[in-house]
């Protein structure tokens, strides 16, 4: 995956720490608060089509696939709740 930060310092979560975390604050910013880019995150989904794109240079590509999961996803995240 594409180094978004460089050499910017961050901290590996476990996933179970890092989900509790972003439980407690999802939904909870004023929508100008960017926490979790400041995270520093990084993931590989290569199973991810979206994902793919984006690691092969298609931005552009990679916004059209996860704009067609839109929906689903609003979804996923208001069960994280």
């Known amino acids: ?4 930060f ?11 720490v890092y989900r509790d ?4 604050r999802d939904f909870a910013v004023d929508g100008y608060d960017l926490w979790k880019l400041e995270r520093r995150q990084q993931f590989q989904e290569p199973e991810d089509a979206s994902w793919r ?3 092969e240079g298609d931005c ?3 916004l059209q696939l996860i ?3 839109r929906d689903d996803l609003l979804q996923l995240s ?4």
């Open 1 to 4: 995956m594409r180094a978004l």
């Open 6 to 16: 460089g050499d910017a310092p961050g901290d590996r979560l476990p996933l179970d």
């Open 21 to 24: 975390d972003f439980r407690k």
């Open 53 to 55: 794109a984006y690691d």
């Open 60 to 62: 552009a590509r990679a």
């Open 67 to 69: 704009e067609a999961r």
């Open 78 to 81: 208001r069960l994280a709740t």
